[in-house]
């Protein structure tokens, strides 16, 4: 937003900017949202400040879709006030209506501060005005039936509430009727679990990784992965980059690990080549797992420069990695197994990734569908019989997953396992994945 940044107490500015850089209201592609945060906080020096930055950016990332109708139902013309404008005070209502520990008057503050620096005093005036009338709701401007009186429609209602375009909840609707559709909104307004994978192939792990289930707010245990509730587990996050840094554990959803699992990965035959394997997270997994021969390639150059120390970090030996285009299989010998953790809407972890939500558009599922079916098919080719096929999703569109079924098992692949969301299931996190033979 090119706001002055010494008008913004630092941790709003880091906000803002972070936001800013992720959704541009240019209109331009946005960055990575964590990758884009972290660059913004690492100018902070206070810690308190690095955890109300973060909190501020993905809080309203989260809940821009209620924010953004919580402000506009209380400008006289919204049509006319500048984008600009209506992101500060949604960014000032989401600490309004959702940070007790920050003072009303101190939002107001810097919020119409912010205002006044780059539109002046005029807008500021609005922006105090509106951000006071929210003020006087309280408890109202988090009810459902504040925002149920203000919309026309039941879609309209979720949209405001549940805080996610119009586009999303009509297909999610489509797809997987009403009640699957409430449990995916409510599971992406909820903070994820903090997930930590035990380093297996190192001695000591299963001491780690028993020690590391003691800690308060334990949601997930499956050796070696575990998740934790973020708010309950304060003393865990300190203690992890000593752990990491030493290649005793990696950060990784615990929904990584169920789905490893559930698809039975201890019997997939090797060698085992990950096709999409951007910065190895899943393929190091499978090594620590007891996995051989894992080989890793992504078309990516940036992402698979990360991959070789990553494997050094865990101590792993270093696997046979290289560039390749999943579409043009470039493989001389076969695989036993290919695994393809597709490129997706990542409409399955919307809680980790808020921003996607606002990305993405209908148009992009019917891309990535094509891009997959291409990279299904490329795959298919190079399989033995008797070979198997992974094809995995961290999404939740019917076209890029059981579509995608539909078009491998009529290649001549047979099922051997399914692993479906359980959206009631306490990850929070949706990952899709199935497992076929090639006859």
């Known amino acids: 937003m090119n706001q002055p940044q010494s008008t913004l107490p630092p941790a709003r500015a880091a906000a803002l900017d972070a936001i800013e ?15 884009v945060l972290d660059q913004c ?67 107001l503050s810097w919020a119409v501060d912010a205002v006044k620096a780059r539109f002046g005093q005029a807008q500021a005036n609005v922006a105090n005005a509106v951000l006071r009338r929210i003020q006087k709701l309280g408890a109202d401007a988090s009810a459902p039936d504040f925002y149920r009186s203000l919309s026309a429609s039941r879609i309209k209602f979720l949209c405001a509430w549940l805080s996610c375009p119009d586009w999303l909840v009509r297909l999610w609707l489509r797809d997987y009727g009403e009640e699957a559709t409430l449990g995916l909104l409510q599971a992406q307004l909820v903070q994820p679990l903090t997930g930590v994978r035990v380093n297996a192939a190192l001695e000591g792990s299963r001491e780690l990784f028993e020690a590391m289930s003691g800690h308060p707010g334990l949601a ?33 959803s615990p929904g990584v690990g169920d789905i490893l699992a559930r698809l039975s990965h201890q019997e997939w035959p090797e060698p085992i080549w990950d096709a999409c394997a951007g910065r190895g997270g899943k393929a190091s997994a499978l090594v620590e797992l007891g996995h051989a021969q894992v080989w890793s390639s992504d078309v990516n150059r940036r992402r698979l420069r990360g991959l ?54 209908p148009g992009d599922v019917a891309t990535l569908a094509d891009i997959q079916g291409r990279i299904t098919t490329s795959c298919a080719g190079l399989l033995a019989p008797g070979g198997r096929l992974v094809y995995m999703t961290c999404t939740m569109t019917r076209q890029e997953n059981e579509r995608q079924a539909e ?20 990850l929070r996190e949706f990952f899709w994945g199935r497992v076929w033979k090639k006859t």
């Open 21 to 35: 850089r992720t959704l541009p209201l240019t209109g331009k592609p946005g960055q990575d949202l964590q990758s």
């Open 407 to 426: 078009a491998i098992e009529a290649l001549g692949f047979v099922p051997e396992a399914m692993a479906e969301p359980v959206i009631e299931g306490g």
């Open 220 to 252: 997930f245990s499956q050796y070696p992965w575990l998740g934790f509730e973020p708010a309950a587990s304060p003393g865990l996050t300190s203690g992890l980059p000593p752990a990491e840094q030493e290649g005793r554990l990696t950060r990784q």
């Open 41 to 107: 906080v690492r100018r902070l020096i206070d810690p308190r400040d690095k955890a109300l930055a973060t909190e501020l950016t993905y809080g309203y990332l989260r809940l821009k879709g209620r924010m953004d109708t919580l402000v506009l139902a209380h400008l006289d013309k919204p049509e006319r006030t500048h984008p600009g404008i209506i992101r500060v005070m949604g960014v000032a209502a989401y600490e309004l209506a959702s940070l007790d520990t920050v003072p009303a008057h101190a939002t």
């Open 308 to 361: 070789l120390p990553e494997f050094g970090r865990l101590r792993l030996p270093s696997p046979l990695a290289f560039m390749a285009d999943a579409t043009r299989a470039p493989l001389a010998k076969r695989p036993g197994t290919i695994l393809i953790d597709a490129p997706c809407s990542g409409l399955g972890v919307l809680a980790r990734r808020p921003d996607a939500k606002w990305k993405r558009a």
